[in-house]
């Protein structure tokens, strides 16, 4: 019995001294590496007993945020607070109350940019274009790390009946300043429409969302007979919903791969497409304002072969967000959008170089007659001739 305390002994012994050495040299090896945000908790102990002023943890918080955030060079990396949360994940769903832009952040020149204005949004009726920089709206100035301030202004919330204000945007174009002035709408970001011209169904898509990507299949489902070809025109389409892109190339593609991702960590994801039933000759338009999901289909027809590209070189926006709540379980922290993944056709291109069309034609402007549009006649042409 006693043998049996003595050996029971040994090992609490034994355990406690191994216990010991690992807590020591966990100890040891911690301590050669500083706290990432030591300095920062610092800086707060130091304003917290020593400042005379008056101070709000939060905003000083959000604050820091926002410098992280920025230091990142991640033109399109965004926080937001509770209510620009809820604000953001109401633009996914394609509608919101604002002047319809696509915008980001632009680091390099200190200012918020314009990717692309939506089809007869207030934004594009008052002739905002792509590559325009916001310098100040209603007279505030922002800058390229006030991105999420100046879209909820431009939005209107916390505006008593924001929809029948007058707003002035003070934009730079060229190196000069202009100024627009414009009322907030309801805005409907992803609007399909078409019609069939000489045989050849016409079909232009805004943005891309699962609402728009359902109508834009049952377009093609429904096609007559008698249709020849078809022409995709996605000018002025910023991009949108990701696996809507996805679904739009599985729609003209069989077996092939679509595109693929690379994320952090190097590991590549593969889209292959499974049902391309629609055979008929396609030709895509884009511009200069065609970028992200946009990029992803017409980059994707193009390498497969399955498609003419007509147009102006298109915007080069080669990566994907995610928008992610700090705290699933609490809202009220807030929300990050961030890069995180790179884009690429499925020859290997980095849609971040753009994709440049087979047959170029530049500075279209979409009219309200299509068929005098330089662009949709080139396709039109083309199809024809291939046929």
Same mark, same amino acid.
């Given at each position: 019995?006693?043998?049996?305390?003595?050996?029971?002994?040994?090992?609490?012994?034994?355990?406690?001294?191994?216990?010991?050495?690992?807590?020591?040299?966990?100890?040891?090896?911690?301590?050669?590496?500083?706290?990432?945000?030591?300095?920062?908790?610092?800086?707060?102990?130091?304003?917290?007993?020593?400042?005379?002023?008056?101070?709000?943890?939060?905003?000083?918080?959000?604050?820091?945020? #926002?410098?992280?955030?920025?230091?990142?060079?991640?033109?399109?990396?965004?926080?937001?607070?509770?209510?620009?949360?809820?604000?953001?994940?109401?633009?996914?769903?394609?509608?919101?109350?604002?002047?319809?832009?696509?915008?980001?952040?632009?680091?390099?020149?200190?200012? @918020?940019?314009?990717?692309?204005?939506?089809?007869?949004?207030?934004?594009?009726?008052?002739? @905002?274009?792509?590559?325009?920089?916001?310098?100040?709206?209603?007279?505030?100035?922002?800058?390229?790390?006030?991105?999420?301030?100046?879209?909820?202004?431009?939005?209107?919330?916390?505006?008593?009946?924001?929809?029948?204000?007058?707003?002035? /945007?003070?934009?730079?174009?060229?190196?000069?300043?202009?100024?627009?002035?414009?009322?907030?709408?309801?805005?409907?970001?992803?609007?399909?429409?078409?019609?069939? /011209?000489?045989?050849?169904?016409?079909?232009?898509?805004?943005?891309?969302?699962?609402?728009?990507?359902?109508?834009?299949? #049952?377009?093609?489902?429904?096609?007559?007979?008698?249709?020849?070809?078809?022409?995709?025109?996605?000018?002025?389409?910023?991009?949108?919903?990701?696996?809507?892109?996805?679904?739009?190339?599985?729609?003209?593609?069989?077996?092939?791969? @679509?595109?693929?991702?690379?994320?952090?960590?190097?590991?590549?994801?593969?889209?292959?497409?499974?049902?391309?039933?629609?055979?008929?000759?396609?030709?895509?338009?884009?511009?200069?304002?065609?970028?992200?999901?946009?990029?992803?289909?017409?980059?994707?027809?193009?390498?497969?072969?399955?498609?003419?590209?007509?147009?102006?070189?298109?915007?080069?926006?080669?990566?994907?967000?995610?928008?992610?709540?700090?705290?699933?379980?609490?809202?009220?922290?807030?929300?990050?959008?961030?890069?995180?993944?790179?884009?690429?056709?499925?020859?290997?291109?980095?849609?971040?170089?753009?994709?440049?069309?087979?047959?170029?034609?530049?500075?279209?402007?979409?009219?309200?007659?299509?068929?005098?549009?330089?662009?949709?006649?080139?396709?039109?042409?083309?199809?024809?001739?291939?046929?």
């Amino acid at each position: 019995m006693k043998e049996s305390k003595k050996i029971l002994l040994a090992v609490i012994i034994t355990f406690l001294i191994t216990l010991s050495v690992c807590a020591f040299v966990g100890y040891m090896y911690v301590s050669q590496y500083d706290y990432p945000f030591e300095k920062l908790e610092k800086v707060m102990s130091v304003i917290e007993n020593s400042y005379v002023g008056e101070y709000s943890f939060e905003e000083c918080e959000e604050g820091a945020i #926002n410098g992280l955030i920025e230091s990142l060079g991640d033109n399109y990396a965004v926080y937001y607070n509770e209510e620009t949360a809820k604000e953001t994940f109401q633009m996914i769903e394609g509608y919101y109350i604002g002047i319809g832009v696509e915008v980001f952040a632009n680091m390099e020149k200190g200012y @918020i940019e314009v990717i692309s204005a939506f089809e007869d949004s207030p934004a594009d009726k008052a002739g @905002i274009i792509n590559g325009d920089l916001i310098k100040a709206v209603d007279g505030t100035e922002y800058d390229s790390t006030q991105l999420a301030e100046a879209v909820l202004y431009m939005k209107g919330t916390n505006i008593e009946d924001p929809l029948n204000k007058v707003m002035k /945007i003070t934009l730079i174009r060229g190196g000069e300043e202009l100024t627009v002035e414009l009322k907030r709408e309801q805005i409907d970001m992803y609007k399909v429409s078409h019609e069939v /011209i000489d045989n050849i169904c016409y079909i232009r898509y805004s943005g891309f969302s699962i609402e728009s990507y359902e109508v834009f299949k #049952n377009i093609i489902k429904n096609l007559d007979s008698d249709v020849e070809g078809i022409v995709i025109d996605l000018r002025n389409n910023p991009g949108g919903e990701f696996g809507s892109s996805i679904n739009m190339c599985n729609l003209f593609i069989d077996g092939d791969l @679509i595109m693929y991702t690379v994320d952090k960590s190097g590991e590549k994801r593969e889209y292959f497409a499974t049902n391309g039933s629609c055979e008929l000759p396609l030709a895509v338009l884009v511009n200069g304002s065609s970028a992200s999901a946009s990029e992803i289909v017409a980059g994707s027809l193009q390498a497969n072969g399955r498609a003419i590209i007509v147009g102006e070189k298109t915007y080069g926006k080669g990566v994907s967000q995610s928008v992610m709540y700090l705290n699933p379980y609490d809202q009220s922290e807030g929300a990050l959008k961030l890069t995180t993944c790179k884009n690429y056709t499925p020859d290997g291109k980095w849609i971040n170089e753009a994709i440049t069309p087979d047959i170029i034609v530049e500075n279209t402007v979409i009219g309200n007659d299509i068929r005098s549009d330089a662009a949709f006649i080139e396709a039109v042409k083309s199809l024809k001739k291939d046929k």
